[in-house]
C-alpha cells in the first residue's frame, strides 16, 4: 500500500476468544468476517494488530 497504509481483513471469527482480543478487533474497525478495512500504518495500530495477529490479515 502506498502513502503509509496498511489493509486488516478479518480471517477468524471471534467466538471463543478473550473479551480484551474482541474489543481489540472492534478498535481496529472490523465487525464481520472477511471484512477489510484501511488503517494509517502506525505503532498504535502495528501493537493491536500482534496482539490479535491469529484473527487477521495484514497487507501492505
Known amino acids: 500500500m502506498s502513502d503509509g497504509k496498511i489493509r486488516v481483513t478479518l480471517v477468524k471469527g471471534l ?9 481489540t478487533v472492534r478498535g481496529l474497525g472490523l465487525r464481520r468476517l472477511r471484512q477489510t478495512v484501511e ?3 502506525s505503532a498504535a495500530v ?6 490479535v495477529y491469529y484473527l487477521v490479515r495484514v497487507e501492505g
Not at 502495528?46 to 496482539?51: L, N, P, S
Open 15 to 23: 467466538a471463543g476468544t478473550k473479551q480484551s482480543h474482541r474489543d
Open 39 to 41: 488503517l494509517a500504518d
Open 46 to 51: 502495528r501493537g493491536m494488530i500482534t496482539k
